[in-house]
């Protein structure tokens, strides 16, 4: 990793950009209540790289894909731009939030430049020849050639299906970006790649990034501040090195085992991560 979450670029400003109030969601079935959130408040402001990290069932996706408005939550307020998901429609959700897939999702039957461009197709957004145009422009953005723009998705590697992928979710230019697991999967080369370029295109473009993410060397490289999700609510919100020292039981085994302790090393050590942003 070549830079600490330090270097990333500050907060613009105190706007909230999604604001979530005393959320709650229930799912319920002929034997039982099943509830994931209770209570959950969370404000998320311009410019923030956000990780959303908890154990298993504690409604990481779920949320993200609340914030998208692909589910309602039982109860509660959740506003994205000022508004309720719902009330933005295909068109508007489409031009205020991105999403990556946890799979990169992309159409198997679709040419990469297709894959790129099908929002704007979908949408009507522009003409055809215009948004294959804008499609191209967004798949130099991720770092990809032009020559890889008629491959299928079968013919790409994992770190370039996560690129075409993340090219896709820039397509309408949101302001806000959703990530689920973004360097899942990867080679730590090119979970280091994608880091890089998510960490540039978050600071040239301006972008207010929620993510979910059990890749600690990610968390720590990304993010402005950590979210934990337990006990059916965010315990604790704020930058990595205070949430680390948060005394939870979580938290201890999350962030202070092997794998936490040597991703944290980033932390601890600022010179190492200047030697290394040198090499």
């Known amino acids: 990793m070549s830079h600490s979450a330090s270097a990333m670029a500050p907060v613009a400003d105190d706007s909230a950009v999604v604001d ?22 969370l404000r998320i402001a311009r410019g923030e790289v956000i990780s959303l990290v908890g154990g298993s069932g504690t409604g990481k996706t779920t949320l993200l894909r609340q914030i998208l408005g692909l589910e309602t939550p039982s109860r509660g307020q959740l506003t994205v731009l000022g508004q309720p998901p719902s009330h933005m429609g295909q068109r508007g959700a489409a031009s205020r939030v991105g999403m990556l897939f946890q799979h990169g999702a992309l159409f198997s039957a679709f040419s990469v430049l297709d894959n790129i461009a099908f929002p704007l197709r979908e949408l009507k957004t522009l003409p055809d020849d215009l948004a294959y145009d804008a499609a191209l422009v967004k798949l130099q953005m991720v770092g990809l050639e032009a020559k890889h723009a008629s491959k299928m998705p079968s013919d ?11 090219a896709r979710a820039l397509i309408m230019d949101p302001p806000l970006l959703l990530l689920d697991e973004p360097t899942a999967g990867l080679d730590p080369e090119s979970s280091d790649g994608f880091c890089k370029l998510l960490r540039n295109l978050h600071q040239e ?18 993010s402005t501040r ?54």
């Open 20 to 41: 979530i109030r005393d959320l709650w969601t229930v799912y319920t079935s002929a034997e039982a209540e099943f509830v994931v959130h209770k209570n959950l408040n």
């Open 156 to 166: 790409l590697s994992g770190g370039m299906v996560k690129r075409v992928a993340l």
């Open 226 to 279: 950590v979210a934990v999700l337990a006990e059916q609510r965010v315990i604790v919100a704020a930058s990595p090195q205070e949430v680390v020292r948060y005394q939870h039981p979580f938290i201890q085994d999350y962030f202070w085992g092997e794998r936490g302790q040597r991703a944290m090393q980033l932390l601890q050590t600022p010179s190492a991560a200047t030697s290394s942003a040198a090499t």
């Open 205 to 222: 473009l301006g972008l207010t990034v929620v993510m979910v993410t059990h890749d600690l060397d990610t968390l720590f490289e990304l």
